[in-house]
């Protein structure tokens, strides 16, 4: 079946450093590739999302890479602030799915 | 204006106790999904619904029941509570948006099971 894995949190990090969440995911499908965020006391809103193999997408400073041949996702930052301290789910869902498989996510704590 | 809402935001009840978690969503969405978030487990779907008086099993559906009554309201149902469903509760809807479906989620209900 499908599945995602990911990094395991907690990660902790110093104000402007650079950050990594690995993610790999399983499928016999052509998938559509997520990353979810969730701070403090709210519900996972969605960071960006990637549809298509080797293409790359973006919001608010961090990116990840659709790697069809590694089936990976990893999400980076290159300086990441404390207001980035938030859980982060890596997911996946394809065309026949009507549902989202998420990994366990990564809690990111951002020390100042 | 929130696009998916949930009621209550907090609940206790005891042991063996009834409770019913609601979500209502405004994005005229097909779909429509319960989760439970704990840690160690992230999200994990309990029910999901594609329309009005239909139900899918999720993936952790025991002493659960879920009903949903129009395209922008689903229940979830504990009739006998137990203090292993005290958790945080999520309600997302979705649609196909291209090829995928993106969910968009409710601000969570936390249960608490004595």
């Known amino acids: 079946g499908d599945s995602v894995t990911q990094t395991e949190g907690p990660v902790t990090l110093s104000e402007g450093t650079s950050l990594t969440v690995n993610c790999s995911y399983e499928?016999?499908?052509?998938?559509?590739l997520f990353w979810y965020v969730q701070y403090p006391g709210e519900g996972p809103q969605l960071l960006f999302k990637?549809?298509?193999?080797?293409e790359k997408g973006s919001n608010r400073g961090f990116e990840a890479t659709y790697n069809k041949e590694a089936t990976s996702f990893h999400l980076q930052k290159a300086s990441v602030q404390e207001s980035d301290s938030a859980v982060y789910y890596c997911?996946?869902?394809?065309?026949?799915?009507?549902?989202?498989?998420f990994g366990d996510g990564t809690q990111l704590v951002v020390k100042p | 204006e929130a696009a998916v809402t949930q009621s209550p935001r907090n609940k206790v009840t005891v042991t063996g106790g009834n409770v019913t978690l609601s979500c209502r969503q405004t994005?005229?969405?097909?779909?429509m999904y319960w989760y439970r978030q704990d840690t160690g487990h992230g999200l994990r779907l309990i029910h999901y619904?594609?329309?009005?008086?239909?139900?899918q099993i999720g993936d952790v559906p025991d002493g659960y029941k879920a009903t949903r009554t129009t395209q922008e309201d689903f229940f979830l149902l504990l009739e006998l509570a137990s203090p292993s469903q005290t958790s945080l509760y999520f309600c997302?809807?979705?649609?196909?948006?291209?090829?995928?479906?993106?969910?968009?989620f409710g601000p969570g209900t936390r249960l608490t099971v004595l």
């Open positions: 990637v549809p298509k193999a080797n």
């Open positions: 619904s594609y329309g009005a008086g239909n139900l």
């Open positions: 994005n005229s969405h097909n779909y």
């Open positions: 499928t016999k499908q052509y998938p559509t």
């Open positions: 997302a809807s979705s649609d196909l948006q291209g090829s995928s479906y993106e969910q968009y």
């Open positions: 997911a996946l869902s394809g065309y026949s799915n009507n549902r989202i498989f």
